[in-house]
């Protein structure tokens, strides 16, 4: 497919992105992967905290706390000021209600980016607050989505179809693809499909060209795991996107981000649950919006 740009960026012009997302004190993901890497990428970072973790659900013992109640005030004091966003990137959400939440950010701000990230589960399985309720009313975030950013755990939950693995024949990614596309949503970029021959692939489609037109972007893969990849992949793609990038090249930007990070992350201790560490990388976005001295 020929590539779309979603944003254009006025190289004088710091553009403003709601980031709907969880705050953990502990273990890199959610708000913080998406404040700093958006602020690499050039974009002022409002956050909205749909929740407080004392640390990412991998831990076994962690704190949770539902921040929808105030969430309402919130909003309301942001319209008193005259808040402004052109972006509004959502992520993990406390309760089915932060659902309204998001939908009031769109009717407020309707010429913002509605950039969709999805997050219930990964490896087909649910992440331990998420309901089935909440499943149900996260898939009404995908229709009018300029950019809906599902793995496969969450495709399958999203489209109704069983978890199939992420060894996909080109078939199954069009079939997905297309049941995401249905779903009302103008792009979609569907993530790590790992077909065994030492790749990730990811997906980028539009609606305007269909999935025959999808461009698949290929990256190494590394020999482990780490959580908050796909936090640190959405939000820099939001970043590239919010740069002016084309979503195809925001999309292999993004993969290229976490994969550097990956690197960097095996030299810290415990770094299969203490998260990405994306921090020496935040350079590789910032030079997306550089300005000459």
Known sequence: MSDVTLYDRDPDYIPRVAAVHDMCGYGKCSLTAAIPILSAAGCDVCPVPTA????????????????TDILPGYLDAWRAEDVELDGVYSGFLGSPDQVAIIQRLYAEYPRALRLVDPVMGDGGELYPTYTPELCEAMGALADGADVLMPNL???AILTGHDYP????????????????LDLGARNVVLKGIDRGDGLIRNYVVSASVGVNAKTEIAHAKLPYMIHGTGDAFASAL???????RG?????????????????????????????????LDLKDLTSLVAADD
Do not use: W
């Open 52 to 67: 407080l973790f004392s640390a990412h659900t991998k831990y076994e013992t962690f704190t949770f706390h539902d921040t």
């Open 165 to 180: 693995g992420r060894n996909l024949d080109d078939a199954a990614v069009d079939g997905l693809l297309g049941a995401l």
């Open 153 to 155: 755990t969450e495709a």
């Open 247 to 279: 979503l195809a090249e925001s999309a292999r930007i993004a993969g290229e981000f976490v994969r550097h990070a990956m690197g960097h992350t095996r030299n810290q201790p415990h770094y299969e649950e203490r998260g990405v560490s994306f921090e």
């Open 238 to 244: 939001c970043g590239a996107v919010m740069a002016g």
